[in-house]
């Protein structure tokens, strides 16, 4: 039975998010694709081609993507190169203390390229990353013409 994790399943945005797929088949090529909606609804996605190794893993973090949104060994590729379905969107975060971005990490036989929307993934999990850690305190900076905001650690 084919397996997604994110480890940790719950961290802020700059922690390191390890993801892996076991119970492949030796040398199966998938496509692990990543994705999240944004607070306007905007979808922002990225997929990376994988060889699993011998014993039918796939680690970012250790094997070469062969192609798709990068190339080579990238950790944390899938969540750096996320791009807009909606050609010059940026993703932003708003909400910064309110919600975590919820990142959908999703494993596809083969080179899939999404193009069928009735094409089912292997495995499936989710990721959440926050950008404000628990019990930090928002204040909001009005000095003249100075906006900004204070972070105060709990």
Known sequence: MVEVTATPQSS???RPLQIRVRGLSPSQLVTLRAWLKDEQGERFQS?????ADGAGEVDPGFHAALGGS???VWPMGLLWFLQPDTLFRRLVKRDVAGSPFRVRLEVFQGLSLGTDPQEQPLASCEAERWYVGPGVQRVP???GRVRGALFLPP
């Not at 997929?47 to 060889?51: H, K, L, N, T």
């Open 12 to 14: 802020l945005a700059d």
């Open 141 to 143: 900076i009005r000095e």
């Open 47 to 51: 997929r990376a081609f994988f060889r």
């Open 70 to 72: 990068y190339s080579g």
